[in-house]
């Protein structure tokens, strides 16, 4: 396990289990989201750089949320997975300033069937 000190978070995180869940995750096959796996790693280095502390994959989210414009496509949500704990929540989101600004939200408690308990 791993301790993340970010922006009044700490996280204590299976990097190694991060890795190999993303290593086996399916992604959606639509054009948004085909459209965000080939630009993100180019388009924002220091959230890549961020997410791979975690061991995230950035080409690899979770769920995408995007609509479509006449400029382009807008991304509102984009989810990821990490596998770990968040042992103190910070009072805001984590920000990241890469060629454009980003809002980190972290939310905990989710977790798969085989580690929850009660």
Do not use: W
Not at 45 to 54: C, N
């Amino acid at each position: 396990m791993k301790i993340i000190e970010k922006d009044g978070y700490v996280f204590c995180v299976d990097t190694e289990k991060s890795r190999e869940y993303y290593k086996t995750h399916a992604l959606c096959e639509c054009a948004c989201c085909r459209n965000y796996y080939a630009q993100i790693k180019a388009g924002f280095p220091k959230l890549g750089e961020f997410l791979d502390g975690f061991g995230v994959d950035v080409s690899k989210p979770d769920e995408i949320m995007s609509v479509e414009t006449d400029g382009g496509i807008d991304y509102i949500n984009v989810d990821y997975t990490v596998c770990g704990t968040v042992e103190v929540m910070g009072k805001y989101e984590i920000d990241i300033h890469d060629s454009m600004f980003l809002s980190i939200v972290i939310t905990d408690g989710f977790a798969s069937p085989n580690e929850q308990t009660g």
